[in-house]
């Protein structure tokens, strides 16, 4: 089967400029989570959707970045504007309704700001 | 607050020696703690988790509640287990994952 995919795998832009990332999950999977890895440090969760409603975004820094599942499949990160600390890779997972469900995660977006 | 401690950013070890990675979590209630690898130029995978209490890859992983520990382990380490290791906890049923830093493990021939 298909894995989650994720769209750019590579970005570089300036600060305070915006960027969106693009996510896929696998098919029949109705929770999906987007996370932050900044180098050197584990995955850390920006926010959670159980179908298209969210179920947790406490770390998710609200004034910078959001993020939307339409239809309860695909979903999109933007952060706007962005800053120097954003430099991260950002990681799609998905996983099946249930909460004990493994995540399965994409390849990433590793996003360089200057 | 949760929190995975991961003691060891890196760990270096020959073909056939022991090998444990070190995991220690905080965590008020009954957590649930994974281990997840990351293989180089490979995504992030699911390793093993503590409920399921089974041997993957040759690795276990007990969790030591008095000691708040699940320590990976694997008797007769492979050139092929060279990857980044994380240690996971879960403290909810909203399946937000807590992670440590990582340990990344390397093992010479």
């Known amino acids: 089967e298909a894995g989650v995919a994720q769209s750019p795998r590579y970005k570089i832009i300036e600060k305070r400029q915006s960027v969106a990332f693009w996510c896929n999950p696998i098919?029949?999977?109705?929770?999906l989570y987007w996370y932050q890895q900044i180098l050197g440090q584990g995955p850390k969760l920006l926010i959670q959707?159980?179908?298209?409603?969210?179920?947790?975004d406490s770390q998710l820094p609200k004034d910078r970045f959001s993020a939307e599942r339409l239809k309860g499949v695909d979903s999109t990160l933007k952060i706007q504007p962005a800053k120097l600390e954003d430099s991260a890779v950002y990681l799609c997972a998905s996983s099946l309704e249930q909460p004990y469900n493994e995540q399965f995660f994409g390849p990433g977006t590793r996003l360089t700001v200057l | 607050a949760q929190r995975v401690t991961q003691p060891e950013k890196l760990l270096s070890v020959f073909k056939g020696a022991p090998v444990e990675l070190k995991c220690n979590y905080s965590?008020?209630?009954?957590?649930?703690l994974f281990w997840y690898v990351q293989y180089s130029r490979q995504r992030l995978q699911l390793l093993l988790r503590h409920i399921s209490r089974e041997s993957i890859k040759g690795f276990t992983a007990d969790l030591n509640k008095g000691e708040t520990s699940f320590h990976l382990k694997k008797p007769f380490a492979q050139e092929e287990d060279s990857a980044m290791y994380y240690c996971a906890l879960r403290g909810s049923t909203l399946g937000r994952l807590y992670f440590g830093r990582g340990t990344q493990l390397t093992v010479w021939p």
């Open positions: 098919s029949g999977h109705a929770t």
């Open positions: 959707f159980q179908n298209n409603g969210v179920v947790d």
């Open positions: 965590y008020s209630g009954s957590p649930e």
